[in-house]
């Protein structure tokens, strides 16, 4: 329907209302007559009713619209009302689900961090763990050869001990260990330390043997021999690694490196003298 229809169908009906209001008149006139034959009171009440109904017309504003434009279909007017109320709600949804997660990934670590020291200061309190302690007691030089080209062939025998002062605890010593000799940061030897279990406050003595070639260079050859002549000493270093388990009790932990690291003065570096040990000194770290 155009605009034009549309104000053709708009100005016939004040014409329709007009012989509208001309009939129901009529009508009116007609009931009177034959009412106030048989009735006069109930002419006056039929008079009061259309009366009223003449006092107020009925009044037409006509609105201007838009016809070519399409009205919005209900469900649509639905879902844009529908949307406006639910934005809010979905953001507060998801701000309520992103705190309630914070919340519960910090409780759990904090509840598991109290029970790993819970359990952490159990075990020292009912263990009482101690570190192990190791000495180098003696140590010999079965071969130290220098060849023209400065290659060093060197064997060393060592006595370790190895205390195990813990009450309740024993040391597993699995296999994978390396140890190794050192003069002024060029490595001499290397060796392995000996698979076995010490328990509970045991005493192991141990014997290591290192062998190995090395290039030790001709400035490095002459610092040794000239430090034998002026100090009388030699400084050597020994560096181990060891895998251990530790047992509490009857539980086995899991299995971690045990660092060694002696420094070691003798009085010489040839196959020919007796070697004396001047003195040794180690230090031990624990790596998970």
């Avoid at 079965?142 to 813990?166: H, K, Q």
């Avoid at 003069?183 to 330390?193: I, S």
Wanted: charged share 20%.
């Amino acid at each position: 329907m155009n605009k034009k229809n549309y104000q053709r169908d708009f100005e016939g009906r004040p014409n329709a209302i007009c012989n509208t209001t001309k009939s129901s008149l009529e009508t009116h006139e007609a009931f009177s007559r034959q009412t106030s034959l048989h009735n006069p009171s109930s002419l006056h009440a039929v008079d009061f009713i259309l009366g009223l109904e003449m006092a107020e017309p009925h009044r037409i504003h006509p609105v201007a619209v838009d016809v070519e434009s399409p009205l919005p279909s209900p469900s649509q007017a639905a879902k844009s009302g529908e949307n406006g109320q639910q934005q809010p709600k979905s953001l507060r949804r998801r701000r309520s689900c992103c705190c309630r997660c914070l919340c519960c990934t910090v409780l759990t670590l904090v509840v598991l961090i109290i029970a790993i020291g819970a359990t952490v200061g159990i075990l020292y309190l009912v263990f009482r763990p101690k570190i192990p302690k190791y000495s180098v007691d003696r140590l010999t030089l079965s071969n130290f050869t220098v060849d023209d080209d400065t290659t060093i062939s060197a064997t060393f025998n060592l006595t370790v001990t190895a205390r195990n002062p813990n009450k309740r605890i024993g040391i597993y010593y699995g296999h994978g260990s390396h140890l190794s000799a050192w003069y002024n940061g060029t490595r001499l030897c290397t060796g392995a330390f000996p698979v076995f279990y010490q328990g509970h406050r045991n005493t192991t003595v141990v014997s290591l043997l290192l062998a190995g070639e090395t290039q030790l260079g001709s400035g490095l050859l002459q610092e040794l021999q000239q430090q034998q002549q002026q100090t009388g000493t030699v400084l050597l270093d020994f560096r181990g690694r060891v895998p251990v388990r530790v047992k509490l009790g009857r539980l086995k932990l899991p299995k971690v490196s045990f660092k060694v690291r002696c420094n070691i003065v003798v009085n010489s570096l040839s196959s020919s003298n007796s070697i004396s040990l001047r003195s040794s000194h180690c230090k031990f770290k624990l790596k998970l």
